[in-house]
């Protein structure tokens, strides 16, 4: 079963664009939004299941340099409007 | 079914831009292919629209008849669509419209027939080199309609996209010469042409977005189906003064001829909707209408073109070069104000925690202005909610009218977005 996630980054100084072109190149990640506030980047990433989603985050996101923390949130229940 | 797919892909991007642009190439298109028409073989404006009404109307069902074909499955496991899945993730067979969504979709119905009954005049009267450019003017109404429901006052990039509209739509109208001003025209166009037009877009939108008994929404094909059948009734009744008083006869001598450039135009709306509706489904709403106002501008090489073989078209507007300038100058200050106000759009994420022990309403999120979806989520935060809004101004009033007085939302942090990629 397919799983979705938000992936919160907190990223460092002068790093921003680098890490969300990195981002941009993961075929998983379906939308990345570069915020202001708590977060730097919000990513939403779609993967076939947990496992390959701790691969995509442990292998690859954590490997993007400039990256100082990430927190992931998993969508349990999706509503749209209208 | 969730989407795997890379937001870096050009191809994704590309197809999103090409379907947004082709939209509104293609309505240019079936804008002139009227034009000729009535230029050709339908000359009186009520005969025009009833005909039109009617063949759009048998056309729409012969594709809606195709849209139920099945698509094969990928595997056993997936639940089968058919093709009108792919346009409009709603439809799933012919459904007739009841209750308050058959309400909407009769005032909805109603509004369009006025709208397109004056479309046919002005297209008469103006030819279609500006007729794109006086539909823009609808934006007018739809945002002080909006400033009076929600008790705001515009902000300067709504004054400025508002003023540029109305004052290009102005210009655009104006034709070369001592006779320059089309009073009636203009009237016209700021009269029952954009308020007919908003209210058609306002119960539209209700009609969308109103749930049944069992929860479920209208999709935009039976919508499309169903306004075309009570447009049909209603032009049929408004011709019938044109054809006791001689039009009967002209119909009969000209129908045959007006019968296939009809059937083309009928099949590209509906091929605009179609891309229209793909568009929407892979990206930002105010980009899509922006990239759609393209037609606005597009009609003028549309025209020149279909000139050559229909020299008559160029007759109205192209018969000098101040009429020219009037109407390329209109409509380029139209396209401008449609982007600007499009491009305004601001989307906010919102992070918000709930509080313990209390009774969580879904409807009081997913009514409120502005609200796109929300997602349940793990971790720190209990909801993470996408905003869409007109410009970042109304942040405040969103949260203070809306957020701030659900009961059961503890706190919000607000997010938002300055560069998106999806």
Do not use: C
């Amino acid at each position: 079963m397919t799983i979705s996630a938000y992936i919160f980054f907190s990223v460092e100084l002068g790093k921003t664009s680098h890490v969300v072109n990195e981002l941009r190149k993961i075929p998983e990640i379906i939308r990345v939004a570069v915020v202001t506030g708590e977060y730097d980047i919000i990513a939403r990433i779609t993967t076939k299941n947990l496992e390959e989603k701790y691969r995509i985050s442990t292998e690859i996101i954590h490997m993007i340099d400039g990256i100082i923390d990430t927190q992931t949130a998993v969508i349990e229940k999706e509503e749209i409007s209208g | 079914m969730p989407e795997t797919r890379s937001v870096s892909k050009f191809r994704r991007k590309s197809t999103f831009y090409l379907l947004g642009l082709s939209s509104g190439i293609l309505m240019s298109i079936f804008v002139v292919l009227d034009d000729i028409i009535s230029l050709k073989h339908l000359l009186d404006p009520y005969i025009l629209g009833a005909f039109q009404a009617v063949v759009g109307f048998v056309i729409t069902v012969v594709i809606i008849l195709l849209l139920h074909l099945p698509v094969k499955r990928k595997s056993e496991n997936e639940r089968g669509y058919n093709l009108g899945y792919f346009i409009d993730k709603n439809f799933s067979r012919f459904r007739f419209p009841k209750g308050k969504i058959g309400l909407y979709t009769l005032l909805a119905g109603l509004f369009s027939s006025g709208t397109t009954i004056i479309y046919f005049i002005l297209l008469n009267r103006k030819g279609s080199s500006v007729i794109m450019s006086f539909g823009q003017f609808v934006l007018i109404y739809l945002l002080i309609g909006e400033f009076i429901t929600d008790k705001e006052k515009p902000v300067m990039v709504e004054i400025q996209s508002i003023a540029m509209i109305a004052v290009g739509v102005i210009i655009a109208s104006l034709t070369g010469g001592s006779n320059g001003v089309d009073i009636t025209g203009i009237l016209l166009v700021i009269g029952p042409f954009a308020i007919f037009a908003s209210f058609y877009i306002y119960f539209q939108k209700k009609a969308l977005t109103t749930k049944d008994n069992n929860g479920k929404v209208f999709d935009s094909i039976n919508l499309r189906l169903w306004t075309l059948l009570i447009m049909t009734f209603a032009q049929s009744i408004a011709v019938i003064p044109s054809l006791i008083n001689g039009g009967y006869v002209d119909f009969v001598d000209n129908w045959e001829a007006a019968m296939l450039p009809t059937v083309f135009s009928v099949v590209i709306t509906f091929a605009s909707i179609v891309l229209y509706s793909r568009a929407l489904t892979m990206g930002k709403m105010s980009i899509v209408r922006a990239l759609r106002s393209i037609s606005v501008v597009f009609t003028f090489p549309v025209v020149l073109i279909a000139g050559i073989w229909v020299p008559e078209l160029l007759e109205s507007g192209f018969s000098d070069p101040s009429s020219i300038t009037l109407k390329i100058s209109g409509s380029i200050l139209i396209l401008i104000g449609v982007i600007a106000l499009a491009l305004s759009e601001t989307r906010i994420i919102l992070l918000a925690k709930v509080k313990q022990g209390v009774e969580i309403v879904p409807d009081e999120l997913i009514k409120m202005k502005g609200v796109e979806n929300y997602s349940h989520i793990t971790g720190i935060y209990d909801l993470l909610i996408n905003i869409k809004i007109r410009n970042i101004g109304k942040t405040l009033s969103l949260l203070e009218k809306s957020i701030d007085k659900i009961e059961w939302i503890q706190t919000v942090t607000t997010h938002p977005i300055i560069k998106e990629f999806i």
